[in-house]
């Protein structure tokens, strides 16, 4: 658990929010692995918080799917495996897809220009190097491409129920994935759903969208279900990603 301290921010639900945006993290990226025990007392002495926004912060994560609650036992890293991995995959294509086809009916021109400067912001970002500060900018601008593509939908329950797949999918990547350098497929990938989306081609930009994320949680799958595959620590941006 090595992510920077919080700030004390004015108002319980943001300080929460903090902290839950930096355990989400920390356990997307591997650094907390699935499975592992969250302690109350370690996680108030590294936030320099009291125990109510922890423990709000926590039943958030829980709700989301990253935490686990165990009777009597506390808090723990949910657990992985290539049934959940499966089950996060259908539902993500079918939701981002929905959400993606709404956006497109519905997107302005400035809805347009971001999708045009997100997409060169991450491919730019692809050819950088492999510091955590490379890692952690990719990863950024690959949620925040993804996102910007639905956001023309205008509907914020969508909104949130995509981000939760979107992060929850990404964390298979992130941890089983680790290894691989960037996959050129995704540059293609990216750009032919972008193209698709700016054409307002919702038909072939849904399907696209669909075989990315396909091909991400076939790959995933796979490391996991393999013998040799090891939760590691994330050294650079993964390939296939989603």
């Known amino acids: 658990m ?16 903090t902290i839950a945006s930096s355990l989400r993290e920390s356990i997307a990226s591997g650094r907390i692995p699935p499975g592992a025990k969250l302690r109350l007392e370690e996680l108030r002495t590294r936030f320099g918080v009291s125990l109510s926004p922890l423990r709000e912060a926590l039943s958030r994560l829980a709700a989301e799917g990253f ?8 808090y723990k890293v949910a657990p992985v495996s290539v049934a959940h991995l499966e089950e996060v995959t259908k539902l993500r294509t079918l939701v981002e897809g929905f959400a993606l086809r709404e956006a497109i009916a519905a997107g302005d021109d400035r809805w347009e220009s971001g999708i045009v400067s997100r997409l060169y912001r991450l491919n730019k970002l692809g050819q950088a190097g ?16 993804h ?13 949130q129920f995509s981000a939760t797949l979107h992060d929850l999918s990404d964390r298979y990547r992130r941890i089983y ?17 972008c193209d698709a989306v700016l054409e307002r081609d919702a038909d072939t930009a849904v399907e696209r969208l669909r075989k990315h994320i396909e091909r991400t949680g076939n790959n995933a799958r796979g490391a996991l279900a393999s013998d040799a595959a090891r939760p590691r620590r994330r050294a650079k941006p993964a390939g296939p990603a989603g």
Do not use: F
Request: net charge negative; hydrophobic share 35%; glycine share 6%.
């Open 2 to 17: 090595d992510a920077a301290t919080p700030s004390a921010e004015p108002g319980g639900q943001t300080l929460s929010s």
């Open 177 to 193: 994935l680790d290894e691989r350098p960037l996959d050129p497929d995704v540059v293609r990938e990216h750009t032919e759903i």
């Open 67 to 74: 935490v686990v609650l165990e009777d009597q036992r506390g």
């Open 130 to 145: 492999s510091s955590e500060a490379d890692v952690q900018a990719w990863e950024s601008a690959h949620r925040d491409l």
């Open 147 to 159: 996102h910007h593509m639905i956001a023309a939908c205008g509907m914020p329950l969508l909104m």
